[in-house]
């Protein structure tokens, strides 16, 4: 499957991943929207399937995998998890997910999910816009390549690594892909 590739920059508040992924689409849908599905790579949290609900995902970055690993000092604060807020954007299942993505003291982002079948796979596009600055983006980067990472563990029935070194690669990896082309 195609979990290494690098997202690609739209602009400089935007970056796109895709994905192959086994199929059916159905299932692919269902780790996208059903909390005990998404938690396994994502995030738990129930969410009503309509535009303009909000809901919380609760992100355990420890619990999506069983070898373990310290989160890098910096994110200590986040070793039992947090929360976050969101709401649906769009919801055409099983093809088009958007949802807002943080907030706090700025515009919240957003990200969409598409999913397109492709013979026996499914084609997951996924694009993060609205990104403030280049630190953001870099976190961000970093932050969906392990979990599509972790998905692509998960879809194929393998054990997907610990979160936090592959996020701690994936950043550094991503912070010299995005500086260098800004260069």
């Not at 969410?47 to 992100?59: N, Q, V």
């Not at 969906?144 to 194929?156: C, D, K, S």
Request: aromatic share 10%; hydrophobic share 35%.
């Amino acid at each position: 499957m195609e979990s290494d590739e690098h997202g690609q920059l739209l602009d400089s508040t935007s970056i796109r991943f895709e994905r192959l992924l086994p199929g059916p689409i159905e299932r692919v849908w269902a780790y996208l929207t059903e909390s005990d599905k998404r938690a396994q790579w994502l995030a738990a949290g129930d969410m009503e399937p309509r535009p303009g609900s909000t809901f919380a995902l609760h992100f355990d970055h420890a619990s999506l995998s069983p070898h373990q690993a310290p989160a890098p000092e910096r994110f200590r604060e986040f070793e039992d998890g947090c929360t976050t807020q969101h709401e649906i954007l769009r919801y055409e299942p099983p093809h088009l997910l958007a949802l807002s993505w943080g907030g706090g003291n700025e515009a919240p982002s957003e990200v969409t999910f598409e999913l397109s079948k492709e013979g026996d796979l499914v084609r997951l596009v996924l694009t993060h816009r609205r990104l403030g600055d280049i630190d953001t983006l870099v976190d961000v980067a970093g932050g969906w390549h392990t979990h599509l990472a972790i998905l692509v563990e998960v879809l194929e029935g393998r054990t997907p690594p610990p979160f936090w070194p592959l996020f701690e690669r994936m950043e550094e990896d991503y912070r010299w892909h995005i500086t260098s082309r800004r260069t």
